[in-house]
């Protein structure tokens, strides 16, 4: 299939007379960062989560919260997350995502179904000039010189169309070939072997330069549209892995994931600005994640060891990222006896200790004993919290969550006595991040934490937010 200057041409009329319409139909009403709603025309990205989609559509919420950055959240599945977005968001700034791109054109998924299950040709037809009609193509070609390679990517929320990932990973990667082709351009797109969906690592986009040539397409199959989006940021696992085993000293038994810590960093609602503290900071893992948010960090750690751990790790991570002004203090101390020596805190966020590391699934009995050895030490150390932070600032704390033999679950009484010492619970999802309402909605909304763990885990990460009302 090639089409014709001339066909092109016509298509990109129709775009530009499509996004003129839009503008005059006006804006749709989208969250403003100071709690209220206004009409504005943002740009549409979507968001491919990790692992845990909520965790991460938790703290991309919070981001763009306390930025004061408008939004509004259309779709939101486990594949991938879309929101109407008034400001730039950088990848490296978050820590539960792998992709983020700019969508550019859309159809919708009904027609996918004709084209891909029931493989009627008008139907394809259509998609072909939604392609053509977006910029998708002279994009790639601004950006490029000889022989383009490229990818396609395809995140299904829609159950009915996961089996037909690969056609429609072929046609789209045929039809952005075919129009290069039209353009003088000889092209390839990658393609996959053995893997359960067609879908290019973030490694991979890193290494062929994905980003920086707008040469990959993201195809996000929605429950009612299909979005196609050109990938403007990738998570650089390098960078991650960096902080985490290059940094001088580590504690691997009892290490926290350094995206991980970025997502607590972020929920906490820490700002460049901030003053930060991590009163349980080990060798300083939070507290790196922090730093490099521009917050004053304050770390505390009972172990003196520990202490002079975190303080060597952060002098290091202030040299190799070249971090000005660096502010950060670490203090030697009992995270329940604080309030004493360290006040005006804006956001906490900590991983305490969880108990002993476990080799086989707890009782539910010895589950309980381990809470209650733990929960004095938090339970302290949430009256001092109070103390010390500024109001309206924000606790995230980690407790515990173990998975027994028997297959109960069992947590912690953390959020119960948070609310006794006068903090505020904060659930993760309001109502009015979300363009359109639902059952789905009200599933998310009725969160009051958020859960870490995987089937193989015998203790995972209950995370909790709660804040200090002013």
């Not at 022989?147 to 089996?163: E, P, Q």
């Not at 994640?289 to 202030?318: F, I, Q, Y």
């Not at 995230?396 to 297959?407: D, I, K, L, N």
Request: aromatic share 10%.
């Amino acid at each position: 299939m090639q089409l014709s200057q001339k066909v092109l041409a016509k298509f990109s009329h129709s775009a530009s007379h499509e996004k003129k319409r839009k503008a005059i139909i006006g804006a749709e009403t989208i969250y403003q960062g100071d709690g209220s709603m206004q009409s504005a025309l943002g740009k549409d990205y979507v968001f491919i989560p990790g692992k845990n989609w909520r965790l991460s559509l938790a703290e991309i919420v919070s981001f763009l919260e306390y930025r004061r950055i408008s939004f509004a959240l259309s779709e939101f599945a486990r594949e991938f997350i879309e929101a109407n977005v008034t400001g730039e968001t950088n990848i490296d700034s978050l820590g539960g995502f792998i992709k983020i791109g700019a969508v550019k054109a859309e159809f919708s998924t009904d027609l996918g179904r004709r084209a891909f299950v029931k493989n009627e040709r008008p139907a394809k037809k259509q998609i072909q000039e939604s392609i053509a009609s977006s910029d998708i193509v002279a994009r790639i070609v601004s950006k490029t010189r000889g022989k383009v390679l490229f990818g396609v990517s395809i995140y299904s929320a829609d159950r009915s169309l996961r089996g037909s990932s690969n056609r429609i990973h072929r046609f789209v990667g045929s039809t952005v070939k075919d129009f290069l082709t039209t353009q003088g351009l000889k092209s390839d797109f990658m393609g996959f072997s053995n893997r359960t969906f067609p879908q290019l690592t973030h490694v991979e986009v890193l290494k062929k330069q994905l980003v920086e040539k707008e040469a990959e397409a993201l195809v996000c199959v929605g429950r009612e549209r299909t979005l196609i989006a050109t990938t403007t940021g990738v998570h650089n696992p390098f960078e991650f892995q960096k902080r985490d085993i290059e940094k001088p000293v580590e504690r691997r038994i009892f290490s926290l994931p350094p995206r991980l810590a970025r997502i607590l960093v972020n929920l906490s609602g820490c700002t460049p600005g901030s003053t930060f503290l991590d009163p349980f900071c080990g060798v300083g893992t939070i507290l790196q994640e922090a730093l490099l948010s521009r917050a004053h960090v304050v770390g505390v750690d009972v172990n003196p060891w520990c202490v002079k751990a975190a303080r060597e790790n952060l002098e290091w991570l202030t040299r190799e990222y070249c971090i000005e002004e660096a502010d950060s203090t670490v203090l030697q101390g009992d995270a329940r006896k604080l309030s004493q020596r360290v006040r005006n805190i804006d956001c906490v966020a900590t991983e305490p200790d969880l108990g002993p590391a476990l080799r086989h699934f707890p009782t539910t009995s010895y589950a309980a004993k381990i809470i209650a050895k733990l929960e004095p030490l938090y339970f302290g150390f949430l009256e001092d919290a109070f103390r010390m932070l500024n109001p309206n600032g924000r606790l995230v704390m980690v407790t515990p969550y173990f998975q027994t033999r028997s297959g109960e679950h069992v947590a912690t009484r953390f959020a119960e006595k948070a609310m006794e010492v006068g903090f505020t619970r904060v659930f993760p999802f309001k109502s009015e991040f979300f363009k359109n309402q639902g059952e789905a909605v009200k599933k998310l909304t009725g969160m009051s934490s958020l859960v870490d763990v995987a089937e193989r885990h015998k203790v995972g990460r209950e995370i909790h937010i709660f804040q200090k009302l002013g």
